[in-house]
């Protein structure tokens, strides 16, 4: 298989990523294997932010790889990170004649047998969510179409991630939009049997349930429940002081 | 389009009317909540559109208690888009005119954007609300059945069965008696209908 055939199934598959039993770990595992397949590179790793701005290590192509990410994190400097915080690639030809730039990287990077670099940033306009490291155990520079080959696949990876977000984020919030009405539909029908039981309007239903919650510190959707379940009797609702208090 | 309304749904059950543009679009949903069966009921579950340019010539008849009341109320297209935001369904936008004829494509992906607009409208306004409440600005101008709810309550106490149950002796007698749910529900609540009895016999008070 040429390297564009296999580059290109590699970027139809990032991109069949948009289904319900999405696995973010998963994605950039794959991503970091294709990596290396399609690039010729040594080693390649990945970087994600949490929710609080720190990197994560989420995938890397070796155990060494690994360390490395994880030495990375932990110093607080190294070419990934730079990558992230500007947004920008970052590329290093040969970290043995540049050890000034990450001082406490480049010999961990040297003693893994990694001697160059190229980070990508993985964002899509101005979100920017983690990035990609890549290296070799030479000292060069990729060529502009393996740069681009390899940002194609940041982006397509970092598309996926987005989207997945987006829509969990949406199945959270409709979730809880339905929590909230079907709340509301208890109460509603607690209001009823209330009224009904005592003889005493809509009103002062809904005051006889919210007074008992308050008394007993208790949420209000919760004490219309357990009146429509026959647990709580109307009748052993609290009784605000004056009628519609409380 | 001479009107248009956003029905919010879960699962089987629509939850009620998020907002209508007129009394016909408000009749539309309504019809749709007692019924169970209509443009928007399909489109949400089926997660696509639910056209028909023609309700008094449909090509396939469908909805068969829906469409004669939605003639009857001057109704003669109407279409049903379903709410999404990705995979996640949140319920139905329609869209009928008083005149028959197909939606133009413009015109059909003028809706199909107004309906994510809307979904996506929903959600980032429920994001804001109190955890466990309904945002209040969905609640203004929605209709999510209240009376109905509070009657089967009522129907609940009285007859001494679950709400559940309560709320199919509503909707049985609202069918056997070919009323309105909402206008039942609104003389149980004004105490101007009991239900009573194991034999279920119902005792409107004069």
């Known amino acids: 298989m040429t390297r564009e055939t296999l580059l290109a199934r590699t970027l139809v598959e990032l991109a069949d990523t948009l289904v319900a039993d999405f696995d973010v770990v998963d994605l950039l595992t794959r991503l970091a294997d294709s990596c290396v397949d399609v690039l010729d590179v040594r080693a390649a790793g990945l970087m994600l932010a949490a929710p609080d701005g720190a990197l994560r290590v989420m995938a890397s192509s070796s155990e060494a790889m690994r360390v490395l990410e994880l030495f990375e994190v932990q110093a607080q400097e190294g070419p990934c990170l730079d990558c992230y915080r500007s947004g920008q690639p970052v590329i290093e030809a040969d970290l043995a004649t540049h050890a000034s730039r990450w001082p406490r990287f480049v010999p961990e990077a040297l003693a893994a047998g990694f001697r160059s670099v190229h980070a990508l940033p993985m964002r899509l306009r101005g979100t920017i969510i983690g990035a990609l490291n890549l290296f070799h155990i030479d000292p060069h520079a990729m060529g502009p179409a393996d740069v681009g080959a390899a940002q194609a696949l940041a982006d397509v990876a970092t598309i996926a991630i987005l989207q997945h977000r987006a829509a969990s984020e949406a199945q959270l919030l409709t979730e809880q939009l339905n929590n909230a009405l079907n709340s509301r539909i208890v109460i509603e029908q607690a209001k009823g049997m209330v009224a009904e039981r005592l003889g005493v309007n809509m009103a002062d239903a809904f005051h006889r349930l919210r007074h008992h919650a308050r008394n007993h510190n208790e949420r209000l959707a919760d004490i219309a429940a357990r009146v429509i379940a026959g647990e709580l009797a109307a009748s052993a609702l609290d009784v605000p002081r004056t009628p519609g208090s409380a | 389009m001479t009107g248009a309304g956003i029905m919010l749904m879960e699962g089987d059950v629509p939850h009620g009317s998020l907002c209508t543009t007129d009394d016909v679009s408000a009749l539309i949903e309504q019809l749709q909540y007692e019924l169970g069966e209509g443009p928007c009921v399909d489109a949400y579950e089926l997660g696509r559109p639910a056209l028909e340019p023609d309700l008094a010539d449909p090509v396939s008849p469908r909805w068969i208690a829906f469409t004669r009341p939605a003639l009857a109320a ?133």
């Open chain 2, 74 to 206: 001057g109704v003669r297209a109407i279409f049903g888009f379903p709410l999404r935001v990705g995979f996640v369904q949140l319920g139905a936008l329609n869209l009928y005119r008083d005149r028959p004829g197909p939606l133009d494509p413009d015109q059909y992906a003028d809706a199909s954007v107004m309906a994510d607009v809307a979904a996506q409208a929903v959600l980032l306004l429920q994001a804001g609300a109190l955890p466990g409440t309904l945002a209040v600005e969905l609640e203004t101008g929605a209709d999510f059945q209240y009376a109905v709810h509070q009657a089967a309550g009522m129907v609940a106490a009285q007859l001494e069965v679950t709400v559940g149950q309560a709320l199919i002796r509503l909707r049985a007698y609202a069918f056997g008696n070919d009323r309105p749910l909402a206008g039942v529900a609104k003389d149980v609540v004004a105490r101007k209908l009991r239900f009573n009895g194991t034999d279920g016999e119902e005792d409107p008070r004069p």
